[in-house]
Protein backbone atom coordinates (compact mmCIF):
# COMPACT_ATOMS: atom_id res chain seq x y z
CA UNK A 1 0.00 0.00 0.00
CA UNK A 2 1.64 3.36 -0.92
CA UNK A 3 2.22 5.89 1.63
CA UNK A 4 -0.52 8.63 2.05
CA UNK A 5 1.05 12.35 0.90
CA UNK A 6 1.70 14.47 4.74
CA UNK A 7 -0.22 17.17 4.91
CA UNK A 8 1.88 20.33 5.01
CA UNK A 9 2.02 22.78 8.08
CA UNK A 10 3.36 25.93 6.04
CA UNK A 11 1.22 26.70 3.43
CA UNK A 12 1.76 28.84 0.80
CA UNK A 13 0.13 32.77 0.13
CA UNK A 14 -1.70 31.18 -2.39
CA UNK A 15 -2.99 28.07 0.03
CA UNK A 16 -3.99 30.72 2.20
CA UNK A 17 -5.59 33.04 0.10
CA UNK A 18 -8.00 29.45 -1.01
CA UNK A 19 -8.72 29.40 2.62
CA UNK A 20 -10.28 32.86 2.72
CA UNK A 21 -13.62 33.61 2.40
CA UNK A 22 -15.69 35.41 -1.00
CA UNK A 23 -15.92 38.52 1.30
CA UNK A 24 -12.15 38.44 2.85
CA UNK A 25 -10.97 37.99 -1.11
CA UNK A 26 -12.98 40.75 -2.02
CA UNK A 27 -11.45 43.27 0.44
CA UNK A 28 -8.03 42.04 -0.40
CA UNK A 29 -8.87 42.31 -4.18
CA UNK A 30 -10.59 45.85 -4.12
CA UNK A 31 -7.82 47.53 -1.92
CA UNK A 32 -4.50 46.34 -4.19
CA UNK A 33 -6.34 47.41 -6.88
CA UNK A 34 -7.51 50.56 -5.43
CA UNK A 35 -3.81 51.11 -4.20
CA UNK A 36 -2.42 50.66 -7.65
CA UNK A 37 -4.42 52.93 -9.22
CA UNK A 38 -3.36 56.06 -6.95
CA UNK A 39 -0.06 55.14 -7.23
CA UNK A 40 -1.09 55.39 -11.73
CA UNK A 41 -2.61 58.60 -11.11
CA UNK A 42 0.01 59.92 -8.65
CA UNK A 43 2.55 59.31 -11.47
CA UNK A 44 0.58 61.04 -14.52
CA UNK A 45 -0.34 64.01 -12.06
CA UNK A 46 3.15 64.47 -11.01
CA UNK A 47 4.57 64.32 -14.47
CA UNK A 48 1.68 66.70 -16.18
CA UNK A 49 3.38 70.16 -17.26
CA UNK A 50 1.97 73.45 -16.45
CA UNK A 51 -0.03 74.65 -19.29
CA UNK A 52 0.74 78.29 -20.82
CA UNK A 53 -1.18 80.22 -23.15
CA UNK A 54 0.37 79.72 -26.54
CA UNK A 55 -1.99 82.39 -28.42
CA UNK A 56 -4.71 84.65 -27.50
CA UNK A 57 -7.47 86.69 -29.24
CA UNK A 58 -7.31 84.46 -32.93
CA UNK A 59 -9.24 84.59 -35.68
CA UNK A 60 -11.09 81.24 -35.97
CA UNK A 61 -9.57 80.80 -39.09
CA UNK A 62 -6.15 80.88 -37.31
CA UNK A 63 -7.07 78.97 -34.52
CA UNK A 64 -8.17 76.12 -36.81
CA UNK A 65 -5.03 76.10 -39.20
CA UNK A 66 -2.85 75.81 -35.59
CA UNK A 67 -4.66 73.35 -33.95
CA UNK A 68 -4.29 71.49 -36.97
CA UNK A 69 -0.66 71.72 -37.33
CA UNK A 70 0.02 71.56 -33.52
CA UNK A 71 -2.02 67.88 -33.65
CA UNK A 72 0.55 66.81 -36.86
CA UNK A 73 3.53 68.09 -34.21
CA UNK A 74 2.28 65.50 -31.46
CA UNK A 75 2.00 68.62 -29.19
CA UNK A 76 -0.84 68.90 -26.67
CA UNK A 77 -2.80 71.23 -26.50
CA UNK A 78 -6.07 72.65 -24.40
CA UNK A 79 -8.67 75.53 -24.82
CA UNK A 80 -9.18 78.11 -22.53
CA UNK A 81 -11.53 81.38 -22.21
CA UNK A 82 -14.41 79.78 -24.14
CA UNK A 83 -11.92 78.86 -27.25
CA UNK A 84 -10.53 82.32 -27.39
CA UNK A 85 -6.76 80.75 -26.39
CA UNK A 86 -4.28 77.80 -27.10
CA UNK A 87 -2.65 76.27 -24.20
CA UNK A 88 -0.10 74.13 -24.61
CA UNK A 89 2.76 72.98 -21.66
CA UNK A 90 5.29 75.71 -20.54
CA UNK A 91 8.02 73.93 -21.48
CA UNK A 92 7.03 73.77 -25.39
CA UNK A 93 5.82 77.27 -25.55
CA UNK A 94 8.50 79.42 -27.68
CA UNK A 95 9.89 76.40 -29.32
CA UNK A 96 6.21 75.97 -30.80
CA UNK A 97 5.98 79.59 -31.27
CA UNK A 98 8.87 79.01 -33.48
CA UNK A 99 7.70 76.46 -35.21
CA UNK A 100 4.30 77.61 -36.30
CA UNK A 101 6.17 81.19 -37.24
CA UNK A 102 8.38 79.14 -39.57
CA UNK A 103 5.66 77.88 -41.63
CA UNK A 104 3.73 81.22 -41.57
CA UNK A 105 1.40 80.73 -38.62
CA UNK A 106 -0.60 82.81 -37.33
CA UNK A 107 -0.96 84.49 -40.89
CA UNK A 108 -4.02 86.60 -39.00
CA UNK A 109 -7.49 87.94 -40.25
CA UNK A 110 -6.08 89.76 -42.78
CA UNK A 111 -5.15 88.67 -45.86
CA UNK A 112 -1.78 91.11 -47.58
CA UNK A 113 0.29 90.45 -50.47
CA UNK A 114 -0.40 86.93 -50.11
CA UNK A 115 -3.55 87.82 -52.00
CA UNK A 116 -1.22 88.56 -55.68
CA UNK A 117 0.00 85.03 -55.18
CA UNK A 118 -3.36 83.33 -56.32
CA UNK A 119 -3.94 85.30 -59.88
CA UNK A 120 -5.93 83.18 -61.90
CA UNK A 121 -5.61 83.10 -65.86
CA UNK A 122 -7.85 85.51 -67.29
CA UNK A 123 -7.77 87.86 -65.24
CA UNK A 124 -8.77 91.94 -66.22
CA UNK A 125 -6.85 94.93 -65.37
CA UNK A 126 -9.63 96.10 -63.10
CA UNK A 127 -9.31 92.64 -61.46
CA UNK A 128 -5.71 92.91 -60.87
CA UNK A 129 -5.53 96.48 -59.37
CA UNK A 130 -8.48 95.44 -57.25
CA UNK A 131 -6.22 92.78 -55.85
CA UNK A 132 -3.44 95.16 -55.30
CA UNK A 133 -5.41 97.72 -53.50
CA UNK A 134 -6.77 94.45 -51.66
CA UNK A 135 -2.96 93.81 -50.64
CA UNK A 136 -1.97 97.53 -49.71
CA UNK A 137 -4.73 97.58 -47.86
CA UNK A 138 -3.94 94.19 -45.64
CA UNK A 139 -0.08 94.88 -45.13
CA UNK A 140 -1.15 98.69 -43.99
CA UNK A 141 -3.12 97.13 -41.42
CA UNK A 142 -0.97 94.51 -40.12
CA UNK A 143 1.90 97.80 -39.65
CA UNK A 144 -0.58 99.34 -37.62
CA UNK A 145 -1.91 96.80 -35.35
CA UNK A 146 1.72 96.01 -34.66
CA UNK A 147 1.69 99.24 -32.27
CA UNK A 148 0.98 98.36 -29.16
CA UNK A 149 -1.97 100.62 -28.16
CA UNK A 150 -4.10 98.96 -31.19
CA UNK A 151 -6.21 96.32 -31.04
CA UNK A 152 -7.82 96.34 -34.43
CA UNK A 153 -7.43 98.01 -37.23
CA UNK A 154 -9.11 98.34 -40.61
CA UNK A 155 -7.60 100.88 -43.59
CA UNK A 156 -10.00 102.03 -46.71
CA UNK A 157 -7.60 103.49 -49.86
CA UNK A 158 -9.71 105.76 -52.13
CA UNK A 159 -7.08 105.04 -55.01
CA UNK A 160 -8.82 106.85 -58.66
CA UNK A 161 -8.21 106.00 -62.22
CA UNK A 162 -5.18 107.86 -63.70
CA UNK A 163 -5.49 109.61 -66.64
CA UNK A 164 -3.50 111.52 -69.64
CA UNK A 165 -4.37 114.95 -68.69
CA UNK A 166 -2.48 115.63 -65.84
CA UNK A 167 -5.04 118.50 -64.49
CA UNK A 168 -7.83 116.30 -64.31
CA UNK A 169 -5.73 113.23 -62.29
CA UNK A 170 -7.81 113.33 -58.64
CA UNK A 171 -5.12 112.88 -55.22
CA UNK A 172 -5.85 109.21 -53.25
CA UNK A 173 -7.00 109.45 -49.99
CA UNK A 174 -7.41 107.20 -47.20
CA UNK A 175 -9.23 105.94 -44.34
CA UNK A 176 -8.04 104.55 -41.17
CA UNK A 177 -10.14 103.32 -38.18
CA UNK A 178 -8.46 101.50 -35.24
CA UNK A 179 -9.95 100.18 -32.05
CA UNK A 180 -7.66 100.25 -28.74
CA UNK A 181 -6.79 98.44 -26.42
CA UNK A 182 -8.57 99.06 -22.81
CA UNK A 183 -7.29 101.81 -21.37
CA UNK A 184 -5.02 102.72 -23.98
CA UNK A 185 -4.39 106.18 -26.01
CA UNK A 186 -2.77 107.39 -28.93
CA UNK A 187 -0.70 110.53 -28.73
CA UNK A 188 0.23 112.83 -30.95
CA UNK A 189 3.55 110.92 -32.42
CA UNK A 190 1.92 108.12 -32.72
CA UNK A 191 -1.00 109.60 -34.42
CA UNK A 192 1.32 111.34 -36.12
CA UNK A 193 3.62 108.27 -37.03
CA UNK A 194 0.01 106.07 -38.60
CA UNK A 195 -0.53 109.14 -40.96
CA UNK A 196 2.84 109.60 -42.55
CA UNK A 197 3.12 105.40 -42.40
CA UNK A 198 -0.25 105.59 -44.92
CA UNK A 199 0.52 108.21 -47.05
CA UNK A 200 4.17 107.12 -47.56
CA UNK A 201 2.75 103.92 -48.79
CA UNK A 202 0.59 105.33 -51.57
CA UNK A 203 2.04 107.62 -54.14
CA UNK A 204 1.18 111.11 -54.38
CA UNK A 205 -0.87 110.87 -51.06
CA UNK A 206 -0.77 114.37 -49.17
CA UNK A 207 -0.86 113.71 -45.19
CA UNK A 208 -3.68 115.84 -44.75
CA UNK A 209 -6.31 113.13 -47.21
CA UNK A 210 -5.57 110.98 -44.01
CA UNK A 211 -8.22 110.44 -41.93
CA UNK A 212 -8.01 108.65 -38.37
CA UNK A 213 -10.80 107.46 -36.43
CA UNK A 214 -11.10 105.57 -33.55
CA UNK A 215 -14.08 102.83 -32.90
CA UNK A 216 -16.18 105.17 -31.10
CA UNK A 217 -16.24 107.22 -34.54
CA UNK A 218 -13.97 110.23 -32.88
CA UNK A 219 -11.85 111.88 -35.38
CA UNK A 220 -8.32 111.85 -34.35
CA UNK A 221 -6.48 113.16 -36.70
CA UNK A 222 -6.45 117.12 -37.49
CA UNK A 223 -8.79 118.04 -39.89
CA UNK A 224 -7.23 119.97 -43.00
CA UNK A 225 -7.51 123.54 -43.24
CA UNK A 226 -10.83 125.12 -44.06
CA UNK A 227 -13.21 121.95 -43.32
CA UNK A 228 -14.35 123.68 -40.11
CA UNK A 229 -12.79 121.77 -36.86
CA UNK A 230 -8.94 123.23 -37.04
CA UNK A 231 -9.87 125.01 -33.93
CA UNK A 232 -9.86 121.93 -32.22
CA UNK A 233 -7.22 120.44 -32.88
CA UNK A 234 -5.24 123.96 -32.12
CA UNK A 235 -6.77 124.10 -28.94
CA UNK A 236 -5.52 120.27 -27.76
CA UNK A 237 -1.82 121.49 -29.25
CA UNK A 238 -1.95 124.57 -27.01
CA UNK A 239 -2.78 122.98 -24.30
CA UNK A 240 -0.42 119.73 -24.83
CA UNK A 241 2.19 122.78 -25.51
CA UNK A 242 0.98 124.41 -21.82
CA UNK A 243 1.62 120.97 -20.12
CA UNK A 244 4.92 120.53 -21.94
CA UNK A 245 6.24 124.34 -20.62
CA UNK A 246 5.11 123.60 -16.97
CA UNK A 247 6.76 120.35 -16.53
CA UNK A 248 9.90 121.58 -18.21
CA UNK A 249 9.57 124.55 -15.60
CA UNK A 250 9.23 122.09 -12.83
CA UNK A 251 11.36 119.54 -14.05
CA UNK A 252 14.63 122.01 -14.27
CA UNK A 253 13.22 123.11 -10.37
CA UNK A 254 13.75 119.83 -8.90
CA UNK A 255 17.10 119.53 -10.82
CA UNK A 256 18.47 122.39 -8.91
CA UNK A 257 17.30 121.88 -5.50
CA UNK A 258 17.37 118.47 -5.01
CA UNK A 259 21.22 118.05 -5.02
CA UNK A 260 20.71 120.52 -2.22
CA UNK A 261 18.00 119.39 -0.02
CA UNK A 262 17.99 115.53 -0.79
CA UNK A 263 15.25 113.56 -3.26
CA UNK A 264 12.00 113.11 -2.46
CA UNK A 265 12.28 116.33 0.03
CA UNK A 266 11.35 118.75 -2.78
CA UNK A 267 7.71 119.51 -4.46
CA UNK A 268 7.10 122.09 -7.10
CA UNK A 269 4.60 123.53 -9.42
CA UNK A 270 4.67 125.38 -12.17
CA UNK A 271 1.64 127.53 -13.66
CA UNK A 272 2.18 129.02 -17.00
CA UNK A 273 0.07 131.96 -18.86
CA UNK A 274 0.85 131.57 -22.83
CA UNK A 275 -0.65 133.96 -25.12
CA UNK A 276 -1.64 132.20 -28.36
CA UNK A 277 -3.32 135.43 -30.27
CA UNK A 278 -1.49 136.52 -33.84
CA UNK A 279 -1.38 139.75 -34.44
CA UNK A 280 0.11 142.28 -37.29
CA UNK A 281 1.32 145.25 -37.33
CA UNK A 282 1.73 147.67 -40.61
CA UNK A 283 4.16 151.02 -40.47
CA UNK A 284 4.87 153.62 -42.71
CA UNK A 285 7.70 156.54 -41.93
CA UNK A 286 9.23 159.27 -43.88
CA UNK A 287 11.95 161.22 -43.26
CA UNK A 288 12.69 164.85 -43.79
CA UNK A 289 14.52 166.33 -46.63
CA UNK A 290 18.00 165.70 -47.22
CA UNK A 291 21.04 167.18 -48.23
CA UNK A 292 21.83 167.72 -52.05
CA UNK A 293 24.15 165.16 -52.20
CA UNK A 294 22.08 162.64 -50.36
CA UNK A 295 19.22 163.36 -52.55
CA UNK A 296 17.78 161.30 -55.75
CA UNK A 297 16.19 163.06 -58.92
CA UNK A 298 13.34 161.40 -60.33
CA UNK A 299 12.38 163.81 -62.52
CA UNK A 300 13.38 167.37 -63.95
CA UNK A 301 12.12 169.49 -66.67
CA UNK A 302 13.92 172.66 -68.16
CA UNK A 303 12.18 175.31 -69.94
CA UNK A 304 13.16 178.29 -71.77
CA UNK A 305 11.83 181.22 -73.38
CA UNK A 306 12.59 184.70 -75.37
CA UNK A 307 10.64 187.77 -76.21
CA UNK A 308 9.91 188.19 -79.86
CA UNK A 309 10.80 192.15 -80.63
CA UNK A 310 13.98 194.02 -79.68
CA UNK A 311 12.28 197.42 -78.38
CA UNK A 312 9.31 195.97 -76.96
CA UNK A 313 7.85 197.50 -74.25
CA UNK A 314 8.96 196.92 -70.42
CA UNK A 315 7.33 194.89 -68.58
CA UNK A 316 6.74 194.65 -64.74
CA UNK A 317 6.43 197.25 -61.98
CA UNK A 318 7.76 200.68 -63.29
CA UNK A 319 10.87 201.68 -60.76
CA UNK A 320 14.58 200.57 -60.45
CA UNK A 321 13.58 197.46 -58.94
CA UNK A 322 12.16 195.42 -62.55
CA UNK A 323 15.48 197.75 -64.37
CA UNK A 324 18.14 194.87 -62.25
CA UNK A 325 18.64 191.22 -63.25
CA UNK A 326 16.54 188.38 -61.10
CA UNK A 327 18.81 187.39 -58.12
CA UNK A 328 19.85 183.46 -57.99
CA UNK A 329 17.54 180.94 -56.06
CA UNK A 330 18.00 179.63 -52.25
CA UNK A 331 16.30 176.78 -51.94
CA UNK A 332 18.02 173.99 -50.75
CA UNK A 333 15.95 171.30 -52.31
CA UNK A 334 16.32 172.70 -56.07
CA UNK A 335 20.11 173.30 -55.80
CA UNK A 336 21.93 176.20 -56.71
CA UNK A 337 19.77 178.41 -59.28
CA UNK A 338 21.47 179.46 -62.90
CA UNK A 339 21.68 183.43 -62.90
CA UNK A 340 19.62 184.93 -65.94
CA UNK A 341 21.27 187.43 -67.88
CA UNK A 342 18.74 190.72 -69.52
CA UNK A 343 18.80 191.42 -72.86
CA UNK A 344 21.60 193.68 -74.03
CA UNK A 345 25.23 194.15 -73.91
CA UNK A 346 26.98 192.51 -76.94
CA UNK A 347 23.56 190.88 -78.13
CA UNK A 348 21.07 193.70 -77.45
CA UNK A 349 19.66 192.20 -80.72
CA UNK A 350 17.54 190.25 -78.59
CA UNK A 351 14.40 190.80 -76.00
CA UNK A 352 14.69 189.57 -72.28
CA UNK A 353 15.05 185.66 -71.96
CA UNK A 354 12.60 183.34 -69.59
CA UNK A 355 14.25 180.28 -68.25
CA UNK A 356 12.35 177.70 -65.89
CA UNK A 357 13.29 174.50 -64.36
CA UNK A 358 11.10 172.35 -62.29
CA UNK A 359 12.85 168.92 -60.07
CA UNK A 360 11.38 166.14 -58.83
CA UNK A 361 13.04 164.42 -55.84
CA UNK A 362 12.52 160.81 -55.01
CA UNK A 363 10.44 160.86 -51.46
CA UNK A 364 12.43 158.36 -48.48
CA UNK A 365 9.28 155.50 -47.32
CA UNK A 366 9.86 153.13 -44.95
CA UNK A 367 6.79 150.54 -44.69
CA UNK A 368 7.03 147.88 -42.06
CA UNK A 369 4.96 144.69 -41.16
CA UNK A 370 5.31 142.68 -37.79
CA UNK A 371 3.62 139.78 -37.18
CA UNK A 372 3.19 138.56 -33.62
CA UNK A 373 4.11 135.03 -32.64
CA UNK A 374 2.02 132.27 -30.84
CA UNK A 375 3.09 130.97 -27.64
CA UNK A 376 4.31 133.81 -26.10
CA UNK A 377 4.67 133.66 -22.29
CA UNK A 378 2.69 136.59 -20.86
CA UNK A 379 3.21 135.22 -16.85
CA UNK A 380 4.81 132.17 -14.98
CA UNK A 381 4.08 131.48 -11.10
CA UNK A 382 5.56 129.22 -9.45
CA UNK A 383 5.02 127.33 -5.98
CA UNK A 384 7.48 125.17 -3.80
CA UNK A 385 7.54 123.48 -0.76
CA UNK A 386 10.85 122.48 1.35
CA UNK A 387 11.05 119.78 3.48
CA UNK A 388 12.88 120.32 6.89
CA UNK A 389 16.78 119.20 6.53
CA UNK A 390 17.55 116.32 8.96
CA UNK A 391 21.05 116.51 10.77
CA UNK A 392 22.24 113.09 12.80
CA UNK A 393 23.78 114.08 15.48
CA UNK A 394 27.09 112.43 17.18
CA UNK A 395 25.19 109.44 18.87
CA UNK A 396 23.67 108.69 15.73
CA UNK A 397 19.97 110.51 16.40
CA UNK A 398 18.56 112.49 13.77
CA UNK A 399 16.35 115.21 14.01
CA UNK A 400 14.37 117.31 11.48
CA UNK A 401 14.80 121.56 11.97
CA UNK A 402 13.49 124.38 9.66
CA UNK A 403 15.30 126.43 6.86
CA UNK A 404 16.83 129.61 7.99
CA UNK A 405 16.03 133.17 6.50
CA UNK A 406 19.13 132.96 4.31
CA UNK A 407 18.72 129.29 2.96
CA UNK A 408 14.87 130.40 2.27
CA UNK A 409 16.28 133.28 0.39
CA UNK A 410 19.08 131.63 -1.56
CA UNK A 411 16.60 128.92 -2.69
CA UNK A 412 14.12 131.52 -3.67
CA UNK A 413 17.07 132.96 -5.61
CA UNK A 414 18.18 129.68 -7.14
CA UNK A 415 13.87 129.24 -8.30
CA UNK A 416 14.05 132.61 -9.61
CA UNK A 417 17.17 132.20 -12.02
CA UNK A 418 15.36 128.64 -13.06
CA UNK A 419 12.05 130.23 -14.53
CA UNK A 420 13.76 133.22 -15.64
CA UNK A 421 11.98 135.37 -13.37
CA UNK A 422 10.50 138.66 -15.29
CA UNK A 423 9.23 141.11 -12.66
CA UNK A 424 7.78 143.28 -15.36
CA UNK A 425 6.00 140.20 -16.70
CA UNK A 426 4.42 139.59 -13.31
CA UNK A 427 5.44 136.38 -12.72
CA UNK A 428 5.61 135.50 -8.87
CA UNK A 429 7.41 132.58 -7.20
CA UNK A 430 6.36 131.15 -3.61
CA UNK A 431 8.43 129.12 -1.60
CA UNK A 432 7.47 127.88 1.83
CA UNK A 433 9.78 125.18 4.23
CA UNK A 434 7.31 122.82 6.04
CA UNK A 435 7.96 119.57 7.44
CA UNK A 436 6.41 117.05 5.25
CA UNK A 437 3.93 114.73 6.29
CA UNK A 438 5.14 111.07 6.64
CA UNK A 439 2.66 108.20 5.40
CA UNK A 440 2.03 105.80 7.68
CA UNK A 441 3.26 102.47 6.08
CA UNK A 442 0.88 99.40 7.32
CA UNK A 443 2.32 96.35 7.28
CA UNK A 444 0.31 93.62 7.01
CA UNK A 445 1.17 90.36 8.68
CA UNK A 446 0.09 88.05 6.34
CA UNK A 447 -0.47 84.26 7.71
CA UNK A 448 2.21 81.80 6.84
CA UNK A 449 -0.33 79.82 4.47
CA UNK A 450 -1.41 82.91 2.60
CA UNK A 451 1.87 83.96 1.58
CA UNK A 452 2.26 83.52 -2.80
CA UNK A 453 5.56 81.48 -2.65
CA UNK A 454 4.05 79.16 0.03
CA UNK A 455 0.47 78.50 -1.63
CA UNK A 456 2.73 77.98 -5.18
CA UNK A 457 4.58 75.21 -3.16
CA UNK A 458 1.65 73.44 -1.82
CA UNK A 459 0.01 73.80 -5.95
CA UNK A 460 3.58 72.03 -6.61
CA UNK A 461 3.25 69.47 -3.92
CA UNK A 462 -0.72 69.12 -3.80
CA UNK A 463 -0.81 66.07 -5.73
CA UNK A 464 2.47 64.02 -5.04
CA UNK A 465 1.56 64.70 -0.94
CA UNK A 466 -2.40 63.92 -1.30
CA UNK A 467 -1.65 61.23 -3.84
CA UNK A 468 0.85 59.19 -0.74
CA UNK A 469 -1.09 60.45 2.24
CA UNK A 470 -4.02 58.53 0.27
CA UNK A 471 -2.22 55.36 -0.68
CA UNK A 472 -0.90 55.19 2.62
CA UNK A 473 -4.35 55.12 4.20
CA UNK A 474 -5.53 52.52 1.69
CA UNK A 475 -2.60 50.18 2.77
CA UNK A 476 -2.89 50.56 6.60
CA UNK A 477 -7.03 50.46 6.11
CA UNK A 478 -7.62 48.27 4.03
CA UNK A 479 -4.47 46.18 2.73
CA UNK A 480 -2.81 45.69 5.95
CA UNK A 481 -6.16 43.88 7.73
CA UNK A 482 -6.74 41.81 5.22
CA UNK A 483 -2.91 40.81 4.88
CA UNK A 484 -2.85 40.30 8.39
CA UNK A 485 -6.21 37.85 8.26
CA UNK A 486 -4.45 35.83 5.21
CA UNK A 487 -1.48 35.32 7.61
CA UNK A 488 -3.39 33.42 10.10
CA UNK A 489 -5.80 31.46 7.69
CA UNK A 490 -4.85 28.14 6.89
CA UNK A 491 -5.98 26.33 3.82
CA UNK A 492 -8.99 24.40 4.22
CA UNK A 493 -7.67 20.40 3.89
CA UNK A 494 -9.67 18.14 1.78
CA UNK A 495 -8.89 15.00 2.52
CA UNK A 496 -9.62 12.09 0.07
CA UNK A 497 -10.55 8.53 0.48
CA UNK A 498 -6.65 7.40 0.19
CA UNK A 499 -5.65 10.04 2.85
CA UNK A 500 -8.55 8.71 5.29
CA UNK A 501 -7.58 4.99 5.01
CA UNK A 502 -3.67 6.13 5.46
CA UNK A 503 -4.77 7.69 8.80
CA UNK A 504 -7.29 4.86 9.97
CA UNK A 505 -4.07 2.33 8.83
CA UNK A 506 -1.69 4.33 11.41
CA UNK A 507 -1.61 2.02 14.20
CA UNK A 508 -0.07 3.94 17.13
CA UNK A 509 2.49 2.45 19.55
CA UNK A 510 0.29 2.07 22.71
CA UNK A 511 1.74 -0.16 25.51
CA UNK A 512 -0.52 -3.13 25.75
CA UNK A 513 -2.21 -4.15 29.23
CA UNK A 514 -2.14 -7.89 30.06
CA UNK A 515 -5.70 -9.42 29.16
CA UNK A 516 -8.06 -10.00 32.42
CA UNK A 517 -7.83 -13.31 33.99
CA UNK A 518 -9.98 -16.26 32.17
CA UNK A 519 -10.39 -14.01 28.95
CA UNK A 520 -9.58 -16.52 25.93
CA UNK A 521 -9.40 -15.74 21.98
CA UNK A 522 -13.07 -15.61 21.91
CA UNK A 523 -13.21 -12.75 23.79
CA UNK A 524 -15.12 -9.55 21.88
CA UNK A 525 -13.70 -6.70 21.43
CA UNK A 526 -11.92 -4.19 22.99
CA UNK A 527 -12.68 -0.47 23.83
CA UNK A 528 -10.24 0.83 21.99
CA UNK A 529 -10.95 -1.38 18.92
CA UNK A 530 -14.12 -0.38 19.28
CA UNK A 531 -13.14 3.69 19.51
CA UNK A 532 -10.78 2.59 16.07
CA UNK A 533 -14.13 1.28 14.13
CA UNK A 534 -16.82 3.93 15.35
CA UNK A 535 -13.67 6.41 13.90
CA UNK A 536 -13.71 4.81 10.64
CA UNK A 537 -17.07 4.78 10.09
CA UNK A 538 -17.51 8.77 11.26
CA UNK A 539 -14.58 8.61 8.65
CA UNK A 540 -16.61 6.89 5.79
CA UNK A 541 -20.03 8.79 6.88
CA UNK A 542 -19.02 12.11 7.72
CA UNK A 543 -15.63 12.86 6.20
CA UNK A 544 -15.89 16.79 6.43
CA UNK A 545 -16.14 16.64 10.15
CA UNK A 546 -13.44 14.51 10.66
CA UNK A 547 -11.72 16.70 8.14
CA UNK A 548 -12.57 19.76 10.55
CA UNK A 549 -11.21 18.10 13.97
CA UNK A 550 -7.83 17.00 11.78
CA UNK A 551 -7.71 21.36 11.17
CA UNK A 552 -8.41 21.64 14.63
CA UNK A 553 -5.68 19.34 15.26
CA UNK A 554 -3.06 20.99 13.41
CA UNK A 555 -3.83 24.58 14.12
CA UNK A 556 -3.50 23.65 18.11
CA UNK A 557 -7.17 24.31 18.72
CA UNK A 558 -9.52 22.28 20.40
CA UNK A 559 -12.18 20.29 19.30
CA UNK A 560 -15.98 21.08 19.63
Known sequence: MPAAPAISLNPTLSQRFAGLDQAQRLRIGLGVALFVAIGVIGLMMGRQAEWRVLYANLADKDGGAIVAQLT???IPYKHADGGGAILVPADKVYDTRLRLASQGLPKGSVAGFETMDANRFGMTQFQERLAFQRGLEGELTRSIQALSSVQSARVHLALPNQNGFFREQQKPTASVVVGLNAGRTL?????????????????????????????????????????????????AQQLQYVQQLE??????????????????????????????????????????????????????????????????????????????????SSAPINGAAQALT??????????????????????????????????IVKRISAAVVLNHQSITDSKGKTTTIPLT?????????????TIGFNKDRGDSVNLMNAPFALEKV??????????????????????????????????????????????????????????????????????????????????????????????????????AAVANIVKSWINGESPA
Do not use: C
Not at 405 to 417: G, H, N, P, S, W
Open 72 to 74: TMN
Open 247 to 328: QLYSRRILDILEPVMGRDNVKAQVTAELDFSQTESTSESHKPNQTPDSTVIRSQQVSESMSGAAGGPPSGVPGATTNQPPAA
Open 442 to 543: VLTDIPFWKQPEIQDLARSFAWPVGTLLFGALVLLGVIKPALKVLAQTQPKVALTSRQLDAIESEQPDRPQLAAPAGSGQLAGPTAGELAIEDARKLTRDNP
Open 405 to 417: DLQTEKMTALVRE
Open 342 to 375: AAGGAAGAGGPTKRESIINYEVDKTVRVVRGGTG
Open 187 to 235: DRAQLAGIIHLVSSSVPEMNPAAVSVLDDTGKLLSTPPEGAGGAGGGGD
